[in-house]
């Protein structure tokens, strides 16, 4: 059992447990370094990627990222910049790492705005550009977007912002082939289909993680196919704090092999009762199709991620507490990104 993943996190502020009011930007609420999980190993690389950022660069592009956002506060700016490190520290593990965030997409939009600097960041950290790809809908890719919550949720504790700030997590399940490989539990071909081994030769550190979470992938899918009920995996038991998204992550990998058919209302059925923005808050406006969102705040932004049902003869089996339109398919979220 891999214990080392189930750090206990900090409970959410009462400003954040309050309503279905939006977490605020505060980055004296982010963890220290990128709040890597404990066991995972790629503290050198987190110290690596800080020092290859010259403060100069960031307060340059802080600058530029401002004047094109009058209204973002520097605590806004500093948590979105948080959640981009990590996305850039993802992008030495996972060989796709698409973007599923618009705004995050649009500080790294400026970055490619300083070429010579941001040369120079990617040969010091990643040995060589980490290329620019336009922000994607998960709609158009949920199998990748769940697969990215998974690894997310695996090797990052979960800042108070991170939902808000990524679209919400959770709302897709996974693909069947890819589960289908985890069930077969091959890990040399796990790693070449999904992982950046490049890096991993160039860093031991992305080595180990990748072991990790490949390890960890294999045991959730697993106990997953060999459960009847989600209770039977023993995750409850196992972790001590049931509102770490890593217990998320292993209902999303139970979900998605045992009942993708019914994948929104089992999320559902797990979400605990003092996450914020959980299946407490039912009531979210989402046109006239009605999409109740029962893991966000009535908003695109979707907090804490989560699922929803729609009417009107809309159709949602991924889930979302974004805006779809009557009659549609909604298929992996109501309109969600």
């Given at each position: 059992m891999f214990r080392f993943l189930f750090r206990k996190s900090p409970k959410p502020s009462k400003r954040s447990r309050v309503g279905n009011s939006k977490p605020s930007f505060r980055a004296s609420d982010l963890p220290q370094g990128l709040?890597?999980?404990e066991g995972?190993?790629?503290e050198r690389l987190v110290t690596k990627l800080n020092s290859s950022l010259p403060l100069d660069y960031v307060e340059r592009l802080q600058y530029r990222v401002k004047a094109g956002n009058p209204?973002?506060?520097?605590?806004?700016?500093?948590?979105?910049w948080?959640?981009?490190k990590r996305f850039f520290l993802m992008n030495l593990i996972l060989k796709r790492t698409p973007m599923f965030s618009t705004e995050i997409d649009e500080i790294w939009h400026e970055m490619l705005m300083f070429t010579r600097e941001y040369q120079r960041f990617g040969d010091?950290?990643?040995?060589?550009?980490?290329?620019?790809?336009?922000?994607r809908e998960p709609k158009q890719m949920p199998g990748e977007r769940a697969w990215f919550d998974w690894v997310y949720a695996h090797l990052f504790e979960f800042a108070p912002t991170s939902s808000r700030c990524w679209n919400g997590f959770f709302r897709n399940p996974l693909d069947e082939d890819r589960t289908d490989l985890l069930r077969r539990a091959n890990e040399d071909e796990i790693a070449e289909q999904?992982?950046?081994?490049e890096q991993a030769k160039r860093y031991p550190e992305v080595a180990e993680a990748i072991r990790i979470l490949i390890k960890q992938a294999i045991h959730e899918a697993r106990h997953s196919a060999n459960s009847r009920r989600f209770e039977d995996t023993g995750w409850k038991d196992s972790i001590t704090n049931p509102n770490n998204m890593v217990y998320m992550a292993g209902a999303m990998m139970f979900f998605s092999i045992q009942d993708n058919n019914n994948y929104t209302s089992g999320m559902n059925s797990q979400w605990p009762e003092n996450v914020p923005?959980?299946?407490?808050?039912?009531?979210?406006?989402?046109?006239?199709?009605?999409?109740g969102g029962s893991g966000g705040s009535g908003d695109s932004s979707g907090d804490q991620g989560g699922g929803g049902s729609c009417s009107s003869g809309s159709s949602c089996?991924?889930?979302?507490?974004?805006?779809c339109s009557s009659g549609s398919s909604c298929g992996s979220g109501c309109g969600s990104n």
């Open positions: 709040g890597l999980l995972i190993p790629l209204s973002m506060s520097d605590d806004e700016f500093t948590c979105k948080f959640e981009l010091q950290f990643a040995g060589g550009v980490i290329h620019h790809s336009p922000e999904w992982f950046d081994m923005n959980n299946h407490n808050n039912k009531q979210s406006n989402c046109s006239s199709s009605g999409c089996s991924s889930g979302s507490s974004s805006s």
